[in-house]
């Protein structure tokens, strides 16, 4: 059970988890940069980059769900937050973990792959030959489309034991469309990791667009959970799910279940 788990243990899961996120997804992009050489980049590299963040999403559901939810996305943490399924008190420090994890995420890839993981880049998440406006855009759709199916993949009607599996898939869907636009963060935590991280080590970073991408998943992991209350909102749900609510086994109990 989650609230048998101290704030400190939630914290601890919270940082590997979006470590983990940072190092096998991010790690992905530079990884195949490397191995690409001067071979064109193609839709099957996208693909297996995908593929690598949908994987470490469900590993860490399933491995870390139940210490501390396994939010590992600011934009998730803001989101339960606002449709009182998570304590504000808690959401600074969820945060603050995730961003740490990030980074260490980051650090861990150039412990990895070396120095050239960030002459290619380091995977840091960027726009290029197209508006702000598109860029916001597509990052708000991809954030909106993640966060708005883990409030569903977390109501009390959703099959159970699946929640893992489809935020993984939907994760791996979404990097498909949005990639090609802004590189798909949709995760603030995530966009901001590897961009220190890339500054530290002395590669270019545009630090003007980061503003773009945290605007857009924040208010997206907003708007998901306030669309999702209104349009799946019943008399039963005065109960939601307690705080720090496990994402790989949602479904609340008596004894999970808080006043809202």
Known sequence: ???????????VAEMLGTAFLVFIGVGSVPATLILNGNAPFTMADLGMISLAFGTAVVATVYALGHIGGNHINPAVTLGLAVS??????????????????????????????????SDVGLGIASYN????????????????ILVFTVFGVIHRKAAAGFAGVAIGLVVFAVIIPVAPATGASINPARTFGPMFVQQLAGGHVLWNQIPVYLAAELLAGVAAALVYG??????ADRDVASPGIDLGDPEPTAQHAVNA
Not at 1 to 11: G, H, K, N
Not at 86 to 105: D, E, N
Not at 129 to 139: H, N, V, Y
Request: hydrophobic share 50%; aromatic share 12%; charged share 10%.
């Open 84 to 117: 009182g399924k998570f304590p504000w008190r808690q959401v600074p420090y969820y945060i603050a973990a995730q961003a740490v994890g990030a980074v260490l995420g980051a650090v861990t890839i150039l412990g990895v792959l070396g120095h050239k993981a």
């Open 230 to 235: 209104v349009l799946a909102r019943t008399p």
């Open 129 to 144: 030959g197209i508006s702000w406006t598109q860029a916001f855009t597509a990052e708000f759709v991809g954030t909106f």
């Open 1 to 11: 059970m989650l609230d048998e788990t101290s704030l400190t243990q939630r914290l």
